[in-house]
């Protein structure tokens, strides 16, 4: 017995949770399908950064199109998601680094951007407080900060089924195919079809789009993040180095999350992560040096996501080369939690409309696979 | 002073030198593996035998004679050739059996062929109202202090619980000369008739007579209220008072300290953060690790002997060591294996000190509002979250403890969940209608034991380093 939905959106990340909402919003019934349940993975366990500073140029339009909706995420999903605003300071720790920061700037100003600013030591002693003497400054994105991510990847599941979104959690999309017009998808015991399918899938979506004929250059990886006990506030933007592997945000309840990309070993069909001590004490060591407030701290839980990563670090964002109906929003690569919100508005937008204001394509798939298709859209 | 590993690889690494570990230590050195035993505290003994080689309590009466077997465990372990280093916390396994152990303020690291977790049991969570105050603490913590400092209590002093530990205690508390003035009995009286089936098996146990006698001798001295249904402590900032309801009164006494047991259950969060399926036991209301019967758990490598592997008591946690032991004999170096016990003697001992065993679970076995609290009761300490607030979070969508995380911080302070964990899974589970199994546990995560950040800064980064260190 088959059921029709307007759309499938395979993954209950922010960003499958996103869509799903948004598609809501625009007057479909979506369904989303999620093999474990909502924010299991990446989603859920990320460092819950917010962030336009220092991202890569072709996604920082779906960035800034993102901060908007962050900046109202309460009006959106009736949760405030814990987001907070503070900003985020890129630390430049010797003159070499201050000087890639200002090229950086410079070249973001001649594109017209103006989110990152250009600081020099008193305002990032300013900003931050904490931070070692020697640093000469940095950059840094002032409307940015920090969600939790658990938080909000479960607001926006909420919300959209609010709307009427139907979630189905712990089975796996299974069988997907394109048959008389529609996408169909086996999901336990019952089939679903629908005219659109979103793959959302995060570590899992580089199998179906190469199941489905789109194979590209993916991997699965586990950033590590470990969090401290309470200690007293001292710092409240986050902080991101330029030189070296390094994240740092501490919460309102005084922990203090340390993250900055050193990956552990996922086991991916296990749902599970091995942690790589010896890098975990190299960013423990960073923090060491740069915050002595630090020092007495302890660590009481180290934990690592599963994702994908893109070989060039970009996501792959919109519809598909050879597929009608069929839209890809995967492969963030350690950088999609801020970018869910708008990624799915934009998403919705380019399945209702056709096409959408915010300038997404540089992030297609099709960057791999010249279209195939006879009436794709641009947009 | 710090000790850190000999080696960088081991045959065996055993974690925990209570019972279970001594045994499973001793076993793999005799048969010539190289073996390590990693232990938490500053002797050996674990709980049962606490302070083995140092209490200051040296009548032997006084901690009875079981308490003593320790120290016959301990002499064999001496004589072998295993390396011993207590106040080693180890604070990562993972499935490549690589260990972390905090030692003296410095992190060492170890690869093992086989592990054998003995890390025993914690005391099950006892959330009644007020159990947070100052002057509530649980048995097994008065027990530590008993043992290793000959320190009873003076003041007015309540017990409230159940199970054979609380007895024990109270028995050893008297014959050192504290003071305890009412024993609150929660075993609910249906318990008995249950166990009756099981009555014989216990009978033929080496722990009935004890049991029996321990019971009569405590009883001749304390007031003994049996059959308590409701339980609360209360004051102002310091433990003033306990309630207690049994049978149609219902009564306050004035309290200076209030020990509250009932039973054990499995340390699982070492195994846990390593990978090990664990399952839920329904006899014994908690979790338990999947295990064959050497011991061997789900990861490749890791076994489980002693409490952690189910509660089964000392007797039965030494033969199980020497269970886990014998078997990665056999993995490891077949030959040796002759010079052992043979494993089916090694099941009969087993078979004898595991007797009575459900008779105990069965009569022993907590009820239902002393382990499912609501209201203002505070579950979560770390986080300061109450029974209420989960209530409230599973009816706005939180479907088990990880996903509840999502809405309170449950389970994310520095003690992870060992001191909610089994309250949390019961009360979204009869929340949301489900068995325990089907609401699952949170996901631990490394280290299972805090360490510093200063700490953690120096551990050696690669391999050069490494070399630095080890050989500089």
């Known amino acids: 017995m088959t059921k029709n939905v307007d759309a499938i959106v395979v993954g209950g990340g922010i960003h499958g949770c996103s869509t799903a909402l948004h598609l809501c919003l625009a007057g479909m019934k979506p369904m989303l399908i999620e093999k474990d349940y909502a924010g299991r993975h990446a989603s859920g366990v990320n460092a819950g950064g917010v962030r336009q500073l ?17 900046e109202k995420v309460a009006e959106l999903v009736d949760d405030d998601c814990s987001f907070e605003s503070h ?184 749902n599970e992560t091995v942690l790589d001590w010896k890098s975990l004490a190299t960013s423990a060591q960073t923090v060491f040096e740069l915050f002595p407030v630090m020092r007495s701290a302890t660590i009481v839980r180290a934990w690592a996501g599963i994702e994908a990563k893109m070989k060039d670090d970009i996501p792959v964002f919109g519809p598909s080369s050879r597929h009608q109906g069929l839209y890809h929003q995967f492969g963030f690569s350690l950088h999609g939690f801020q970018l869910g919100p708008g990624a799915g508005a934009v998403m919705a937008e380019l399945i209702v409309n056709g096409g959408t204001q915010t300038r997404v394509s540089d992030l297609g798939i099709d960057r791999f696979h010249p279209s195939t298709l006879q009436n794709k859209r641009t947009s | 002073m710090t000790l850190a590993p000999k080696r960088e690889d081991y045959d065996v690494v055993v974690i925990g030198a209570g019972p279970a570990g001594l045994a499973a230590a001793a076993t793999a050195a005799e048969a010539g593996l190289s073996t390590l035993l990693l232990d938490e505290n500053m002797g050996p003994g674990g709980q049962v035998f606490r302070a083995i080689s140092s209490t200051p309590v040296t ?56 592990v054998i977790i003995a890390s025993g049991a914690l005391e099950r969570p006892f959330p009644i109202a007020g159990w947070t105050l100052p002057g509530v603490m649980t048995a097994g913590a008065a027990q530590t202090m008993l043992k290793s400092s000959a320190l009873v209590p003076n003041g007015r002093t309540v017990i409230a619980g159940q199970g054979p530990l609380l007895w024990l205690l109270a028995a050893q508390i008297l014959r050192l000369g504290g003071r305890i003035d009412r024993i609150l009995d929660t075993t609910e009286r249906g318990n008995y008739l249950a166990a009756l089936p099981h009555a014989f098996a216990f009978l033929t146990s080496p722990y009935f007579a004890k049991g029996l006698a321990m019971m009569r001798e405590v009883k001749a001295k304390v007031q003994v209220v049996s059959g308590v249904t409701e339980l609360s402590a209360s004051g102002d900032g310091q433990l003033a008072s306990v309630s207690y309801v049994a049978g149609r009164r219902r009564e306050t006494v004035p309290a200076d300290l209030l020990l509250l047991h009932q039973g054990v259950v499995p340390n699982v ?40 592997a189910g509660i089964g008591g000392a007797n039965a946690a030494v033969v199980r060591g020497r269970i886990a032991a014998r078997a990665a004999v056999e993995a490891l170096a077949p030959a040796s294996a002759a010079k052992l016990v043979p494993m089916a003697q090694l099941r009969t001992d087993l078979a004898k000190a595991e007797r009575g065993r459900v008779f105990l679970d069965t009569l022993f076995r907590p009820a239902r509002q002393f382990r499912i609290p609501s209201g203002d009761t505070v579950v979560c300490r770390c986080e300061e979250v109450t029974a209420k607030d989960i209530l409230d979070a599973v009816a706005i969508g939180a479907t088990g403890p990880n996903q509840l995380k999502a809405y309170r911080r449950t389970g994310m302070g520095p003690c992870q969940g060992r001191l909610c964990g089994l309250t949390v899974t019961e009360l979204m589970a009869q929340a949301r209608g489900k068995t325990p199994q089907e609401i699952g546990y949170y996901r631990l995560r490394a280290p299972v034991k805090p360490i510093t950040l200063a700490e953690l800064a120096a551990v050696p980064k690669t391999e050069a380093d490494v070399k630095a260190v080890v050989r500089g």
């Not at chain 1, 220092?54 to 962050?70: K, N, V, Y």
């Not at chain 2, 320790?70 to 295993?82: I, K, M, N, P």
């Not at chain 2, 953060?273 to 036991?281: F, I, L, Q, S, Y």
Request: aromatic letters at 6%; glycine letters at 10%; proline letters at 4%.
């Open chain 2, 269 to 308: 969060n070492l195994a846990m953060a390593a990978g090990v399926e664990h399952r839920w036991d329904d006899l014994q209301l908690c979790w338990s690790p999947v295990l064959d019967a050497n011991g061997n758990s789900s990861v490749a490598g890791i076994a489980i002997a002693g409490d952690g």
């Open chain 1, 87 to 270: 900003g985020q300071v890129l630390v430049a720790e010797n003159e070499e680094e201050l000087a890639v920061c200002r090229a950086r700037v410079a070249e973001l100003n001649g594109l017209g951007f103006t989110h990152e600013e250009l600081i020099d030591a008193a305002e990032l002693r300013r900003l931050v407080p904490a931070v070692a003497e020697t640093c000469p400054g940095g950059v840094v994105s002032r409307r940015d900060g920090a969600a939790n991510p658990a938080q909000t990847t479960t607001a926006f599941r909420r919300k959209a089924e609010r709307l009427g979104a139907t979630v189905r959690e712990g089975v796996a999309a299974n069988n997907i195919r394109y048959r008389d017009g529609r996408w169909h998808v086996e999901v336990g015991s019952d089939t679903f079809a629908a005219p659109v399918l979103v793959n959302a899938a995060g570590a899992w979506a580089g199998k179906i789009a190469a199941d489905l004929g789109e194979p590209v250059p993916v991997e699965t990886v586990a950033p590590m993040l470990m969090i401290t006990s309470r200690v007293p506030h001292f710092i409240d933007p986050v902080v991101i180095l330029r030189g070296r592997k390094l994240s740092f945000k501490q919460f309102v309840n005084g922990t203090v999350l340390i993250g900055g990309g050193h990956l552990a070993t996922p086991y991916q069909d296990r």
């Open chain 2, 59 to 114: 009548d032997r009466n006084q901690l009875g004679a079981d308490y003593w077997v320790g120290a016959d465990l301990v002499q064999v372990l001496r004589a072998s050739s295993a390396e011993v280093i207590h106040r080693a916390t180890v604070w990562s396994l993972d499935r490549n059996l690589e260990i972390a152990a905090s030692i003296g303020g410095a992190s060492a690291f170890v690869k093992a062929n086989r």
């Open chain 1, 54 to 70: 220092a991202r890569h140029i072709p996604e920082i339009p779906l960035s800034i199109r993102s901060m908007g909706i962050w």
